[in-house]
């Protein structure tokens, strides 16, 4: 109950909220004889008065307190800001982790560096000697060109070392190197065999066309560099070799080509696309069908993996049409061994590229570098590729897509020899994904198990 008590002093009372004493209740005090003056408020002794009432009666709340202008100011538009601009710095720090990554695109002047590039390396092919078909009349032997395709240093390159093995001037004519590393990345040169092998690169992001793009100029800047170039085996920095250097050549060069009827899925496999007892369909291409070619293209392209049509519509439901109908779109791995024929028809291609450069919707779902190659290949020319891949990677136990990592501990002689089984007719010549620590045990048994065929 709200009562008004009269101080001794009449010009002053109190409203109390309940029966108590004043002491212990909710107390406002105002004037009864006269209003106060605002002057008088100003002056000590009745400022005093007002606050400590006679009877040490204390007020917890006063209609003449500074309280409500402290409210007012912390309730006014400035103070909002002023919070803003505290934040600021913590959205721009943890922005980055929370918000998805800004998809890398393709600027016009780097496309037409590319175009520039392009056209020089298919115009150099009329008037060159040196393609495939023609070597038969050269004395020169045809050579293998090894594209490192990176965004951090080459850190198995004493491996690489050893693989090619500069010491021997005859097996120095039989390759060349060439490595794209990301400028963003501060990729440094481990001298040696891969001095002065840097090409001009572009910023490269994965899942993205940049990674289509970095491939393309790789292939070309080795189709002009070399005419003897005639094969062209993409690698990325985690790959190793899973043979000698004339183990491999002998493979490309000597072997005669094959593309199996089916294979048996024993090896492991992205979880995703076809499970691992699940024979490969036949191929459509049969080894006695006449006009077969004198060498394979070795890359993976698969049409009957589960996430297909997701992928497909990544960029929008109709979008790859009319140029890529859905029964000719394909899947593969982005690491392969190319002819020089294929080298030529990949950066001489315009029609599918304007398809696969375009952004995703959905990037969860979008690959570009997995789907761009075997799409134009086997479009373009289905007898000319294996349809399966010679690098080993191993999908089982990856991590947001990415592929098995090995460890060092994992390194052995017996791990060498496993991940050298192939369901193909020939062995697999690289493995993929290694750790960067895996260099030391890997050296250890670099002469005796991987070198020695």
């Given at each position: ?89 913590l959205i721009i720090l943890f922005a980055p982790h929370i918000l ?354």
């Amino acid at each position: 109950m709200i009562q008004t008590v009269k101080s001794k002093n009449d010009n002053v009372e109190y409203l109390s909220t309940n029966k108590a004493s004043p002491t212990h209740s909710q107390i406002y005090y105002k004037s009864v004889s006269s209003p106060i003056h605002s002057s008088s408020l100003l002056h000590p002794n009745h400022h005093h008065h007002l606050l400590n009432p006679p009877g040490n009666i204390l007020s917890t709340s006063s209609p003449y307190s500074d309280s409500d202008s402290v409210s007012d100011m912390f309730n006014a538009p400035f103070v909002l800001l002023f919070a803003l601009l505290l934040t600021l710095p913590l959205i721009i720090l943890f922005a980055p982790h929370i918000l998805p990554p800004k998809r890398l695109t393709i600027s016009i002047s780097d496309e037409s560096d590319d175009l520039a590039l392009f056209r020089r390396a298919v115009s150099s092919t009329r008037h060159r000697p040196g393609s495939v078909q023609r070597l038969g009349s050269t004395n020169a032997k045809p050579k293998i060109a090894f594209l490192f395709l990176t965004n951090t240093d080459l850190h198995f390159a004493p491996i690489w070392q050893l693989f090619f093995n500069p010491a021997k001037s005859s097996r120095r004519k039989l390759y060349n190197i060439y490595v794209h590393a990301d400028p963003d990345s501060d990729v440094k040169s481990p001298g040696g065999v891969f001095e002065n092998r840097f090409i001009p690169a572009k910023k490269t992001q994965r899942s993205s066309p940049t990674l289509i793009s970095a491939a393309r100029r790789l292939l070309a800047t080795a189709v002009l560099d070399d005419p003897l170039n005639s094969y062209f085996a993409l690698v990325s920095q985690n790959c190793i070799p899973l043979h000698s250097f004339s183990y491999v050549y002998n493979t490309l060069f000597q072997s005669q080509p094959s593309k199996p009827s089916r294979l048996s899925f024993t090896e492991p496999r992205r979880p995703s696309r076809l499970s691992l007892t699940e024979p490969r369909r036949p191929s459509r291409h049969s080894d006695t069908k006449p006009n077969r070619p004198s060498r394979l293209s070795y890359i993976e392209v698969l049409s009957e993996e589960p996430q297909l049509w997701d992928r497909y519509i990544a960029r929008g439901k109709n979008v790859m049409l009319p140029e890529i109908p859905f029964d000719k779109f394909r899947i593969g791995s982005q690491f392969y061994i190319l002819t020089r024929t294929h080298a030529l028809t990949v950066i001489n291609d315009r029609k599918l590229w304007k398809k696969f450069r375009l952004p995703c919707l959905n990037v969860d779902s979008c690959y570009p570098e997995e789907h761009y190659f075997p799409t134009l290949l086997s479009m373009e020319d289905p007898k000319g590729v294996s349809e399966y891949t010679l690098t080993n990677v191993n999908w089982t136990g990856s991590v947001d897509g990415h592929p098995y990592m090995y460890s060092p501990a994992e390194v052995s002689p017996e791990l060498i020899r496993r991940l050298r089984v192939s369901n193909s007719s020939f062995s697999y010549l690289f493995g993929r994904k290694f750790s960067p620590e895996c260099v030391v045990p890997l050296m250890k048994i670099a002469e005796k198990v991987i070198f020695r065929d």
